[in-house]
């Protein structure tokens, strides 16, 4: 299937999605870990993709599957990762959410270099109370490193982009239907005005 029609079974697939209500997004993200519950990998196969689809009221023929399915499984291995498929179906962060994904990577970015680096968090990420600190199991670079580390940081050069960021957040976003609580959650996070 050609690049054109894909996006049209993903037109097709967000537009039975929002006939069904906000909340059904989120439902998928719920519907794909609960597939996925065997080996935790956060992947589903092409069986358990259709199921789930299915399971939130988007039937597809079975070449608009495939083309989806192909279009998703980025490293062709034959499974979907589903926080990349969310964000496909739901999209980039939208604009009431990029602004305070932004803000709180500049609280970090103190350089202003588009970049975090350990000695960007330094000042603002307290390693006193980690329990690996506490027990003398983790010295403050390695929890640094842990801390960039589960923001997406890829190539693992100790350093989260601009764009690793906003595609973690983007990631969270996808299974958070309320734009409210979505900067809540980040202001809370954060400790943001």
């Known amino acids: 299937m050609a690049s054109e029609e ?28 609960s597939l996925d519950s065997y080996d935790g990998n ?9 199921v789930g689809l299915r399971e939130n009221g988007v039937d597809l023929t079975q070449d608009e599957a495939n083309a989806l399915m192909g279009h998703f499984d980025i490293d062709g291995d034959g499974h ?28 970090f970015d103190k350089d202003s270099s588009g970049e975090i680096a350990i000695e960007d968090i330094k000042g603002v990420y307290n390693t006193d109370f980690h329990p690996d600190k506490q027990s003398g199991e983790k010295t403050d670079e390695e929890i640094f490193q842990d801390f960039l580390s589960s ?16 595609e973690y957040y983007s990631a969270v976003s996808s299974n958070i239907d309320d734009d409210d609580h979505f900067n809540l959650m980040m202001k809370n996070a954060w400790q943001l005005d």
Do not use: M, S, Y
């Open 42 to 50: 956060k992947k589903v196969d092409k069986e358990e993709f259709v």
């Open 6 to 33: 894909v996006k049209e079974v993903l037109e097709k697939v967000r537009e039975t999605l929002k006939a069904r209500g906000a909340r059904t997004i989120a439902g998928l993200g719920r519907t794909f870990r």
């Open 151 to 166: 923001f997406g940081d890829k190539n693992d050069d100790g350093i989260i982009t601009k764009d690793e960021w906003i």
């Open 80 to 107: 979907v990762c589903f926080d990349e498929f969310l964000v496909g179906i739901r999209g980039r962060l939208n604009e009431n959410r990029e602004p305070i994904v932004h803000e709180a990577f500049a609280k």
